[in-house]
């Protein structure tokens, strides 16, 4: 995801988190998102403020999501890593709050230190937490303390078409057109997904028969001939 970012250690309130909240002021950049150890490989580096022994206790980040019809799945796997302490907010409303107090406000730092935090958490999510159309994803990371030494912040959304994950098996795709496929399976045990495959599909082609199918000529052992297969039109 691309997301909206404030690392300036101001005082938001709540007015953030709406869905038709302005943040076009705010910079943006790719995620994972953060400073310090986890700096190498991170997508944007982010801002702690002119003291780095006293840095500021929260971000804020914005994102939004299309979800033409919510109805289709059955839920929705919500993926994060955060350092230290996590609110996230979907269309104004809570969905998550980890290691942090409720009604923290942009001074309160985080419950306690995360141990693993390259590791993903994952929360479900019912259908109903989604609207068709445009939704935006709001969250706030809070360090653990104005010395900690880094901050991190990732996320990753999934539909899922059965219940915890399943087969994920959907409605069959139809197609009105020749289309290149792209496609990548999941493993719901491993959580990884499979190497990209492609195929070509052509629609309304006409088979091979006697009808439209003509050998012209045979290539017999011990001779050089062409073979002609030609198609008749119909």
Do not use: C
């Not at 005082?11 to 995620?31: L, T």
């Not at 997508?43 to 033409?68: A, H, I, N, Q, W």
């Amino acid at each position: 995801y691309r997301w909206r970012y404030l690392d300036n250690g101001s005082n938001q309130g709540s007015a953030w988190r709406a869905k038709d909240f302005d943040d076009s002021a705010w910079s943006s950049g790719p995620s994972e998102l953060g400073y310090g150890s986890n700096d190498e490989g991170s997508g944007t580096t982010l801002g702690f403020g002119p003291d780095s022994s006293s840095k500021y206790p929260t971000t804020y980040f914005r994102t939004s999501v299309e979800v033409l019809d919510p109805s289709l799945f059955s839920n929705f796997l919500l993926r994060v890593k955060y350092d230290d302490g996590i609110a996230v907010y979907i269309n104004g409303k809570e969905v998550i709050r980890q290691n942090l107090a409720s009604g923290a406000s942009f001074t309160t730092f985080a419950s306690s230190t995360v141990s693993d935090e390259s590791g993903w958490k994952e929360v479900t999510l019912s259908s109903a937490s989604f609207s068709a159309g445009t939704n935006v994803i709001a969250a706030e990371i809070h360090q653990g303390s104005g010395t900690s030494s880094d901050i991190r912040f990732d996320m990753f959304l999934r539909g899922e078409t059965t219940q915890g994950g399943g087969d994920n098996v959907s409605d069959p795709l139809f197609l009105t057109s020749p289309l290149l496929l792209r496609a990548r399976s999941y493993d719901s045990g491993s959580k990884e997904w499979s190497a990209l495959n492609e195929a070509f599909f052509s629609i309304d082609s006409v088979p091979a028969g006697p009808d439209v199918l003509v050998i012209s000529e045979i290539n017999y052992p011990g001779y050089i001939a062409d073979l002609w297969v030609l198609f008749s039109p119909i």
